[in-house]
T-cell receptor
Framework: DAGITQSPRHKVTETGTPVTLRCHQT?????MYWYRQDPGHGLRLIHY???????DKGEVSDGYSVSRSKTEDFLLTLESATSSQTSVYFC???????????FGQGTRLTVV | LAKTTQPISMDSYEGQEVNITCSHN???????ITWYQQFPSQGPRFIIQ???TKVTNEVASLFIPADRKSSTLSLPRVSLSDTAVYYC??????????????FGSGTQLTVLP
């Protein structure tokens, strides 16, 4: 398996609280991605990064922010969690924009 | 980004060959076609990637006609463990949007005994 770790794996939080999810890689890959997946839906891209401090928005970025201060870590922050952000979050990495992506095991986030 | 269209679901029986077709009418000259597989509660996993004609690996084959407006993922002799969602992606490599890795809704394949 690719060296990609998501933490935490499960989290329950209250509405209005800040939450940060971490994606850590040991592969030194340039590209990193955050997705969310809801029942009956495919994966939807939240944010992605193409290098340290280089990030951009995906299709469902509202309510989320990201940071990448070093190659190995890509953080996803929900500034004020809402129930609509209850989802499974996946992180992915890849070497270049044309190569296969490797996914983490996912983080199940529940906002109550 | 090139839009892709796949069947929402397919059923098959063990031992049969399964073909899942993806339409991508506005594919660009430099786009690659990539397929991923996702099991419940897991992240997607890369299956195969191609540009034209036919690509084969130990898991699947990918058939791409000359006009490249569609592609077909072929899974030989499926088993129950092939039950999963299969995603077709078309990636732009000639612009900044190539950095994005955008998934569609995928095809839910159910293999029956």
């Amino acid at each position: 398996d690719a060296g990609i770790t998501q933490s935490p794996r499960h989290k329950v939080t209250e509405t209005g609280t800040p939450v940060t999810l971490r994606c850590h890689q040991t592969e030194n890959h340039r590209y990193m991605y955050w997705y969310r997946q809801d029942p009956g839906h495919g994966l939807r891209l939240i944010h992605y990064s193409y290098g340290v401090k280089d990030t951009d928005k995906g299709e469902v970025s509202d309510g989320y922010s990201v940071s990448r201060s070093k190659t190995e870590d890509f953080l996803l922050t929900l500034e004020s969690a809402t129930s609509s952000q209850t989802s499974v979050y996946f992180c992915a990495i890849r070497v270049t924009q044309n190569t296969e992506a490797f996914f983490g095991q996912g983080t199940r986030l529940t906002v109550v | 980004l090139a839009k892709t269209t796949q069947p929402i679901s397919m059923d098959s029986y063990e031992g049969q060959e399964v073909n899942i077709t993806c339409s991508h009418n506005n594919i660009a000259t430099n786009d690659y076609i990539t397929w991923y597989q996702q099991f419940p509660s897991q992240g997607p996993r890369f299956i195969i990637q191609g540009y034209k004609t036919k690509v084969t690996n130990e898991v699947a084959s990918l058939f791409i006609p000359a006009d490249r407006k569609s592609s077909t993922l072929s899974l030989p002799r499926v088993s129950l463990s092939d039950t999963a969602v299969y995603y077709c992606l078309v990636g732009l490599i000639s612009s900044g949007s190539a950095r994005q890795l955008t998934f569609g809704s995928g095809t839910q394949l159910t293999v029956l005994p």
